[in-house]
């Protein structure tokens, strides 16, 4: 995330009143108009601009607080902050529709996005149910190129340097891979199809895909971008976002391990065109993690949202993002929705108090340095302190030097970048490594971080660049350069299953499986599910077996009580069994009249006509039935209840007259 040298748009001191810049006005104003917007709108006719409502910045999920079951938590913040933005923007989006003013409404920051005119701003600037008007101006941000050529090098490291590093493979070693775990990154796209990606891709089901809840693109007026504007499906104009999804999920299955949490799914939204980022195209990301939506942006479920989100990218001054709290306010709903928001540092280092852009700069956020495979500091990496903020930053550092990883070149291309870019993506792998190992910590990032920063390596970390910052040294733990230290995955999921219980599935006697089938790790308290299947002809037997707290069964899927010390999930399948019922018709018998048989073996009837008749015919409704012997029949193997007839005829030796007697 290097920063480009661009002229700033600048920004007047808030407060500054449109009129006495621009319009003549009788009577103190109601909103804050940035006089740069009339300056622009002057010159271009219309103007892209934000139109703050007074009180988008106050929390809504205070009544509920942290008690609540995350999802819970989730739903009812949702619906309040729609309902807010509902309420309060009514009278602002009736007068733009009025009007035909193009617009889009946000409720995560309760805000419009609108093309206005000078006459619109005048007349805003009137409205005492608008609190200010911001820009929305376009700032290009110069992104990490390909270090190498984004083709196959000659020579792969199967487990990338970084992922190694981090002991990631130790952490797989005890059966978590990220495995129930979502994963969202918002950047400039993703090649979803990519060799490394495509079967991670919550999308894809093996055979076709649904990019419904897992694709959005918050680029609406682009021009000439490879990708187009509101793609259909995850398209990446750049690569960086290929590259960041690869680090944090990526494997093709074979020689390129490139990602720390290959058994996770992964979503994404593109915010940016090709590195051209507005707030309002943040804004609309974050929004979209928080609750998904439809591919028409319709139907917005906050229970399909991820538990992770990868956020590779700043809103620099220049883009107006540092004098407002629209951006922080995004933030801080997405974190308190009980997702984990991981976010780069920025390469503005090596100097001091050069982590300076949102979303870095926000508490809520676990902001991310980088280092190299010597555990040195990266120059570019930037180093706190942060104005204004109340936790050590960075929080933590990660591999961000030469990793290599897929880009969108091919679907078998692989490129090596540098930037805290790279270093953010390793810790939101490893966030959804913690919650797979633990399931409890989904809906809670700050316990995530804690036990990030809490276990990150600080022995042999150096800063060859700088020798300290903020009256730290790298002597001192946590400091402003890297932190807590370079993050520990393995250590941190050691530290997270200190209060699991193991639960050991087993199947007695065969005939069936259970999944998972290796012993699970699981916090107390909670419970944990099995999916029992018995193999054809045979069935689940209940209760079902163990040392568990008793639970519940669904269909196959069983879920056992709260654990709360070690115990067993104990599954037992028995033969399904049928019943064969006989009936005969006149002049002859059936035997056995009715019988009990075990799938797939077969059921043996005695069929004996009375003198002078013969068996004309034994049939099943359900099974095959065939002579086995004399006066015996055998049926086919049996599946189903089946019923069987037996019917008669004279046997043609005799006559049978209609008086009931015979003839000579």
Request: hydrophobic share 40%; proline share 6%.
């Amino acid at each position: 995330m290097k920063r480009p040298a661009v002229p700033s748009i600048r920004r007047s001191t808030r407060g500054f009143a449109l009129c006495a810049l621009a319009f003549a006005c009788s009577q103190v104003l109601a909103a804050e108009i940035s006089p740069s917007l009339a300056v622009e709108a002057d010159a271009a006719g219309r103007v892209e601009a934000l139109i703050v409502l007074p009180d988008q910045a106050t929390p809504v999920l205070s009544p509920l607080g942290g008690d609540a079951d995350y999802l819970v938590r989730r739903r009812a913040l949702v619906d309040a902050l729609r309902a807010r933005a509902t309420a309060q923007q009514a009278g602002v989006v009736d007068w733009l529709r009025a009007r035909g003013i193009e617009h889009r409404a946000y409720w995560i920051s309760n805000l419009v996005w609108a093309r206005l005119s000078s006459a619109d701003l005048a007349e805003l600037a009137t409205r005492t149910d608008v609190a200010r008007v911001e820009a929305n101006p376009h700032v290009q941000q110069a992104l990490p190129v390909d270090e190498v050529a984004p083709a196959q090098p000659a020579s792969i490291e199967a487990i990338e340097y970084g992922v190694n590093k981090i002991n990631a493979p130790g952490v797989w070693a005890l059966g978590y891979t990220g495995q129930g775990v979502v994963i969202a990154g918002e950047d400039t796209g993703y090649r979803w199809d990519h060799a490394a990606l495509k079967s991670h891709y919550r999308g894809w089901n093996g055979s076709s895909a649904d990019h419904n809840y897992n694709w959005h693109d918050s680029i609406h007026d682009s021009v000439g971008n490879v990708c187009g504007n509101d793609a259909p499906a995850p398209c990446d104009d750049n690569s960086h976002g290929t590259h960041t999804a690869g680090t944090f999920a990526g494997d093709d299955g074979g020689s390129n391990q490139i990602g720390v949490a290959p058994g996770a799914k992964w979503i994404g939204c593109r915010n940016m065109n090709a590195g051209d980022g507005t707030p309002a195209r943040y804004i609309e990301c974050m929004q979209w993690m928080l609750a998904p939506t439809d591919l028409a942006g319709q139907n917005p479920d906050p229970d399909k949202a991820p538990d992770v989100v990868s956020n590779s990218w700043g809103c620099i001054p220049s883009e107006g993002c540092t004098t407002g709290t629209e951006i922080k306010t995004a933030v801080d709903n997405v974190v308190a929705g009980g997702i984990f928001f991981a976010a780069a540092a920025a390469n503005d280092g090596p100097g001091c108090g050069s982590i300076t852009d949102p979303p870095a700069i926000y508490d809520s956020a676990f902001v991310v340095g980088a280092t190299d495979s010597q555990d040195r500091m990266a120059s570019f990496s930037s180093r706190g302190p942060v104005s204004g903020v109340t936790r050590i930053r960075p929080d933590a550092s990660a591999p961000g030097v030469s990793t290599r990883s897929a880009t969108n070149a091919s679907t078998t291309s692989y490129g090596t970048k540098s930037g805290t870019s790279m270093a953010t993506p390793h810790v939101a792998g490893a966030a959804a490594l913690l919650m797979s190992v633990n399931p409890a910590l989904k809906g809670h990032p700050d316990q995530v971080g804690d036990l990030l920063r809490n276990t990150a390596v600080t022995a042999g970390v150096t800063d060859p660049s700088n020798s300290g910052c903020g009256g730290l040294t790298m002597a001192d733990h946590p400091n402003y350069q890297v932190g807590w230290g370079r993050i520990d995955v393995l250590a941190a999921a050691q530290a997270a299953m200190g209060s699991n219980h193991t639960v050991t599935p087993s199947v007695a006697g065969g005939n069936g499986a259970i999944s998972p089938s290796t012993a699970q790790s699981v916090a107390d308290g909670a419970t944990i599910a099995f999916t029992l299947t018995p193999v054809a002809d045979y069935h689940l037997v209940t209760p079902i077996g163990g040392t568990c707290a008793a639970g519940s069964l669904a269909g196959n899927v069983y879920t056992t009580g709260a654990i709360t010390a070690d115990c067993t999930v104990v599954a037992s399948f028995a033969i399904d069994t049928w019943t064969v019922d006989a009936s005969a018709g006149a002049n002859g018998t059936i035997t056995p009249a009715s019988q009990t048989i075990d799938a797939g073996t077969s059921a043996t009837l005695t069929v004996t006509p009375d003198a002078g008749y013969t068996v004309a015919a034994v049939v099943g409704d359900t099974c095959s039935v065939a002579p086995s012997g004399a006066g015996t029949y055998a049926t086919g193997a049996i599946h189903a209840d089946c019923a069987i007839s037996a019917t008669f005829a004279p046997d043609g030796n005799d006559t049978i007259f209609d008086d009931g007697f015979d003839g000579p």
